[in-house]
């Protein structure tokens, strides 16, 4: 069984704040599976690449916050239901793919995930209204705060709309 480290930094590696979630208390996976922009008094930062790549992970951002039920605790949690971990490999991928080559990722991991899911690429379901990874976000849904370029370009482009008015 996993458990993050503590927050406390000891050696200065290679660090980078995720590329898929911003660190907000929301649980990455309540937003992208129930919808649930719920904000938990505690969240655990998970690795989306384990073993290792862990480091490559920590050092690529490739990590995103999860409540302990998503994160540890119960037939949901990632470490626990290889279907949720697919879905981080996966988005976690595809965040990378956004200003890397694939053969940039499977360099750094040893692996894709993407392809296998060729058939099943960005419908648009919006089961229980939430909209699947759109092209053009990476995945933290619009978040407030968030570090992804394309939500911030949207954000940008209202700004000079309005300025613009
Ligand atoms: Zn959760
Ligand atoms: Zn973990």
Partial sequence: ??????????????????????????????MKLKGDYRR?????????????????????GLKVYLCLDHHIMGPEAVHNNHKNMRILHRDGQRA??????????MSLIGRNYLDEEKQEEPKKDTK???????????GCFGAS????ERCEEKRHDKKTETLAD
């Fill in 145 to 148: 705060e968030n570090q992804c």
């Fill in 1 to 30: 069984m996993m458990y993050p480290k503590p927050q406390r930094k000891k050696k200065r590696k290679k660090h980078k704040a995720s590329i898929l979630h911003c660190k907000d208390g929301t649980c990455y996976l309540c």
């Fill in 40 to 60: 938990y008094p505690v969240v655990h930062e998970h690795h989306i690449y384990d073993g290792p790549n862990r480091q490559n992970s920590e050092a690529e």
């Fill in 128 to 138: 229980d209204g939430f909209m699947f990874l759109e092209p053009d976000c990476i």
């Fill in 96 to 105: 990378y793919e956004r200003t890397h080559s694939r053969a940039e990722f």
